[in-house]
């Protein structure tokens, strides 16, 4: 079992910035990858950002060069730094550990909610 504890949502007005955070239980090297996903009102839950054991990290096209995925190994903590906020990226944003070994095993943060006005 992994869990999963996020912090940093909230209301912001367009332009500006916020840092979500999202701390794991275990070790992340015990990790496949962790990822920042995003469900809008109405809409299906999306993939905005990974990062994997390796470091190596994906950033949604919706968001390249506003949005930043980082990790502090020591806290097994992973970040989403989100700058020049816009309206449409409202959503609940949710921490996802991927721990499949053969099998698929995955986790989720609760949710965190991020409000954008314009």
């Known amino acids: 079992q992994v869990q999963l504890v996020e912090s940093g949502g909230g209301l912001v007005q367009a332009g500006g910035s916020l840092r979500l955070s999202c701390a794991a239980s275990?070790?992340?090297?015990?990790?496949?990858?962790m990822g920042w996903y995003r469900q809008p009102p109405g809409k299906q839950r999306e993939l905005v950002a990974a990062?994997?054991?390796?470091?190596?990290?994906s950033i949604a096209d919706s968001v390249k060069g506003r949005f930043t995925i980082s990790r502090d190994i020591a806290k097994s903590t992973v970040y989403l730094q989100m700058n020049s906020l816009k309206p449409e990226d409202t959503a609940v944003y949710y921490c996802?550990?991927?721990?499949?070994?053969?099998?698929?095993?995955?986790?989720w943060g609760q949710g965190t909610q991020v409000t954008v006005s314009s």
């Open positions: 996802n550990a991927d721990k499949s070994t053969g099998v698929v095993e995955n986790y």
């Open positions: 275990v070790s992340i090297f015990r990790l496949n990858a």
């Open positions: 990062i994997t054991r390796g470091g190596s990290t």
